[in-house]
Structures are given as C-alpha cells and as structure tokens.
C-alpha cells in the first residue's frame, strides 16, 4: 500500500533526470508544485464505528511518489510524524534523496527512532553514495535500508553497511532509460553477503545488460525478470 500525504517534486541528483513520476516522459512532468492530497490524512481516518479504515499490521510506502523530505512540506510534516506515531500496529517505508534534511522537522520524541519507521536512503552512482551515505549513518534511526535505484554505474557500498539492515537495488524504468548492467547489481549483492546484509533486486529497469547482451525489458516484466534470476537475500524479511 502508498500514502502519499503531498504531491509533487522536482529533480535533485542525476537518478532523478528520467523520473518515472515527473521526469521529461512521464504523465506528471512539469507537475513541481508541492501540494497536499485528499489523502493527507489516510493512515488515521476512522469509520463510523470509530475503526480505522486501514487496519493494522500494513507496510505502507510512504512519499513513494514525492519526497518526505520536500522543503515544501517542512509546515506539514509534524502532523504526519505524529500520525505515524498512533499508528504503531502499521510499519511506514520512508525513501528518501534528501537525506540531508532528515533533522528538519523531527519529532521531539524521536529519540533512537521510532519502532515503525524505516528510513531508506536512495544512491545512484558513487558520488551520490560518498555524499549521502555518511550522512544517513550518523542520524538516529533505527531502522534503515538503502536503496540502489535507479542503478546507473558500479557502486562499493561496502563501507557504509555497518547499521543497515537490508539494501535494494534497480534499473531505471520508462523509454529514455539509461543501462542497468547486471554485473553492477551482483557487485552490491556480494557487498551485502559479505557485510550480513539482506539483498533484494527488485527490477531489472527497461535497458538491462547481461552476460554482454543489452535487452529492453518489458515495463510490467521488470520485477518479474529479476527475481526469475534468484539472487535475492530476504531471509524472511517482512519489510518489503
């Protein structure tokens, strides 16, 4: 399930360029105005019974298509921290490419983290990762994972693993996709066995290079084509 509290984003670092969501080819280009949605409070809404209309024990992807951590959305974040706060029985995904602002907005209560909350932090390519990695390790959180998407070089993650919990990596999806080399994802892969991290290669993106062989991949087979090559390490892991 996604709750996605606001819409609307714009271009950060270069994973950004061919944004699935607002990128140059996607139906919501230009769509930069950040604004609150309709569902800005969906995690506690309640029936006429007083229930909640979602009911416990969820994952809810949360900001998938925006960012949590949108300047934009500094004045509105604290009522959605304290949502996230009543709704213990829901685990919340937070990805996010401004890991910079993580402090922005912080609860007060924060402490360590909060139990429900996984905070993801998205790298590229190397750069990206030297820049945003050291930052996402020094923050108080209790549950992270990071996320290798979209995947457009080889990446050594292996010095910022210590306090991770669990790492994805992908292609970039949509037709001005850039090339997601498998070897790139099978680095990362071994990086994770060696640090006792769990891996999950979530798609393959639409230009997907292997053993020398460039192919377009069907845009609702992605997912389905990496994991037929079974090099996931999810060791039952809930989270995704």
């Known amino acids: 399930m996604n709750w996605e509290p606001w819409t609307g984003c714009y271009k950060i670092s270069d994973g950004c360029t061919n944004c699935y969501f607002y990128g ?10 950040v604004v609150k949605t309709d569902k800005f409070d969906w995690p506690v809404r309640t029936n006429k019974k007083g229930e909640y209309n979602i009911k416990g024990d969820k994952i809810l992807a949360t900001c998938f298509a925006t960012d949590f951590f949108l300047p934009e959305a500094d004045g509105w974040r604290a009522e959605v921290w304290a949502m996230i706060k009543e ?4 685990d919340f995904l937070i990805l ?11 609860p007060r209560d924060w402490g360590d983290g909060y139990e429900n909350v996984n905070i993801g932090c998205t790298v590229e390519n190397q750069e990206r ?37 669990h790492v994805t990596a ?5 037709r001005a996709a850039r090339e997601c080399d498998y070897d ?36 609702f087979k992605e997912t389905t084509v990496a994991k037929e090559l079974g090099i996931n390490d999810l060791r039952g892991k809930r989270l995704f």
Request: charged fraction near 25%; glycine fraction near 6%; include cysteine.
């Open 87 to 90: 709704r213990q029985d829901i």
């Open 170 to 174: 992908g292609g970039e999806t949509g």
């Open 184 to 219: 790139w994802v099978l680095q990362i892969r071994e990086q994770c066995a060696k640090a006792d991290v769990t891996f999950w290669f979530k798609n393959t993106g639409a230009v997907f290079k292997r053993d020398g062989v460039v192919e377009r991949i069907n845009p």
């Open 129 to 165: 990762a030297d820049y945003r990695l050291p930052l996402f390790l020094s923050y108080p959180i209790k549950r992270r994972f990071i996320a290798c998407s979209p995947l457009l070089e080889p990446i050594d993650i292996s010095p910022y693993l210590h306090g991770v919990h």
């Open 24 to 33: 140059p080819n996607a139906k919501r280009h230009d769509q930069g105005e």
């Open 96 to 106: 996010t490419k401004r890991i910079d602002r993580f402090m922005v907005s912080l």
